[in-house]
């Protein structure tokens, strides 16, 4: 089944590509040392390599917001009231045990349903929520002069860190529960292999 | 010798430990030498001054040099605030015209008053003449420099141990920099070198205004010495801090600098260098150790929940 046009294709490789440096980085310059450390880029290269991925990300989400609204590819990222959170509780039992015990996917993937209900509220969290927050507290790092002085006697620069650092953190675990359920497709690499080739992989033998 | 133990006895009098504020009210001190101090400020406290030419017998306005002029203000803002005039400067300054020969009188150093004396114990002059003894501006003493340069006898005050507001002191002490190394007609009278562009020169720092209106330049410029407040063991440009990391990170140089006074009374709300944040906030050093502690487990947990369902998947694969 072909799910994934070339353009989201292409933004999602980017996004990925960009998320890992971002995260990479970021990580470097809360956590460098006097020292050189290994596991960490040095400040000023993780500044510069931050600040570049972060310039490209804020193009690319720009390109995923208005890719969605010209295409119909936006109708996924809807989240209905109607049984939403049975749906969700259905999904989450899937993955918990009904899986384990050879139960079908309660939420089997079509082209009217490109998610399932857990994805959905996910991606919708991460591309809506986090992201837009990480992008917009990210610029006022880049440019501290822009950010208010004090709110309620503290520093913005301090509030606007914190939620940067905040939002990252929960697009770093969201990129690790992300990276593993992919895992879940009909093989262990199938919807890797979706992702490339824009073919979804259907979970039916 | 006589200025010298002048100044000796009123050190009390300076008020050295009150605090210094934009909206102190200087004018409220009264001198006890203002009257004398008048007779010199009559001429230079402003740009204009006027006085008898007895062989054109008329009165004659004329420009002061503006080296010479002295804000009133200013001065009684200063530390120096106490003093009388000719406590410096010579008794035979109070007659006019000014005899040409005093224009070679000797300048006193900070270290001639201040060296040796109980009251300014803990300012250390001593070790801050051998900072300055070590610096690259004590080479160009044979061309002039002297305390002065940096520290205007007429106009300076503590800021760093006495200022409630960091960003002034930042402003003032950048200014004493700023007023040789970004004014080319002072520059000149210590070196045959071309003019220096400060904001060239600074031109591979990122957020080049944030960082200079969050430090002073010798933060990164003069050598850290704990046994002074500051430092004054300015480097050679070559041994200016250029890596990032001596700021940003746990063990902050800015914290054996900058904020050495207030380190003292560091905030404990759980951020690492927390004093810091209460002026600015520093990528790298300000890091809260209780987000460290909530981040680590939650992304130990779902590292565990992830490794738990793999293992459940591993189990159900070998049972099929």
């Not at chain 1, 079908?104 to 837009?132: C, D």
């Not at chain 1, 610029?139 to 905040?166: A, Q």
């Not at chain 2, 100044?7 to 200087?26: E, F, K, L, W």
């Not at chain 2, 041994?239 to 800015?254: D, G």
Request: charged residues 20%.
């Amino acid at each position: 089944m072909y799910l994934y046009p070339v353009w989201v294709r292409l933004w999602h490789l980017l996004n990925a590509v960009l998320i890992v440096i971002l995260i990479i980085t970021g990580i470097s310059m809360q956590y460098t040392g006097k020292a050189e450390s290994a596991m960490l880029v040095g400040f000023a290269r993780a500044v510069k390599w931050h600040n570049i991925a972060a310039i490209l990300l804020i193009f690319n989400y720009v390109f995923f917001v208005v890719g969605n609204f010209m295409t119909g590819n936006g109708k996924y990222y809807r989240i209905g009231k109607r049984n939403f959170f049975s749906d969700l509780l259905k999904q989450m039992k899937y993955y918990s045990w009904g899986m384990f015990k050879g139960e079908k996917h309660p939420f089997p993937v079509s082209l009217e349903n490109k998610f399932n209900p857990l994805q959905r509220i996910s991606y919708v969290l991460a591309m809506y929520v986090a992201l837009p927050l990480v992008i917009i507290s990210g610029l006022g790092l880049l440019f501290p002069e822009t950010v208010i002085n004090r709110f309620f006697g503290v520093s913005g620069l301090i509030i606007t860190d914190i939620l940067h650092i905040t939002m990252g953190f929960c697009l770093s675990v969201f990129l690790l529960v992300h990276i593993y359920t992919c895992t879940l497709g009909r093989k262990p690499f199938s919807l890797f292999r979706g992702i490339i080739t824009g073919y979804h992989e259907s979970d039916e033998e | 010798m006589l200025p010298v133990l002048l100044i000796s006895v009123r050190s009390t009098a300076i008020g050295i430990d009150t605090p210094i504020s934009s909206n102190q009210d200087t004018t409220a001190f009264v001198s006890p030498f203002q009257e004398d101090n008048e007779r010199c400020f009559k001429c230079h406290g402003q740009s204009i001054y006027e006085y008898t030419n007895e062989n054109l017998g008329r009165q004659v306005k004329a420009l002061m040099f503006s080296e010479r002029i002295i804000e009133r203000k200013n001065f009684y803002g200063s530390n120096h605030k106490s003093f009388s005039c000719t406590d410096c400067h010579s008794e035979e300054y109070t007659s006019f015209p000014h005899s040409g020969q005093l224009r070679m009188e000797q300048q006193y150093n900070c270290i001639d008053c201040h060296g040796g004396d109980e009251k300014f114990a803990k300012f250390n002059f001593e070790a801050i003449e051998a900072d300055y003894q070590a610096s690259v501006h004590f080479k160009l003493e044979e061309g002039g420099f002297t305390c002065w340069k940096c520290h205007n006898p007429h106009e300076y005050k503590i800021s760093a141990r006495n200022s409630n507001n960091l960003k002034e002191t930042i402003l003032f002490d950048n200014n004493i920099c700023l007023n040789c190394h970004a004014n080319f007609s002072h520059f000149q009278l210590l070196t045959n070198r071309d003019e220096i562009n400060i904001l060239a020169k600074h031109d591979w720092l990122p957020n080049q205004s944030s960082h200079f209106k969050s430090v002073r330049c010798i933060e990164c410029h003069a050598e850290v010495n704990n046994n002074v407040l500051i430092s004054h063991l300015i480097n050679p440009k070559e041994k200016a801090v250029r890596k990032c990391n001596e700021c940003h990170s746990q063990n902050s140089l800015l914290m054996s600098s900058l904020y050495k006074f207030e380190s003292k009374e560091q905030r404990k709300d759980g951020f690492f260098n927390g004093i810091i944040m209460n002026e600015s906030y520093v990528i790298g050093a300000n890091r809260n150790e209780y987000l460290n502690v909530f981040s680590l487990i939650i992304f130990g947990l779902v590292i565990l929940i992830i490794c738990g369902h793999l293992f459940f998947r591993l189990r159900k694969k070998q049972n099929k």
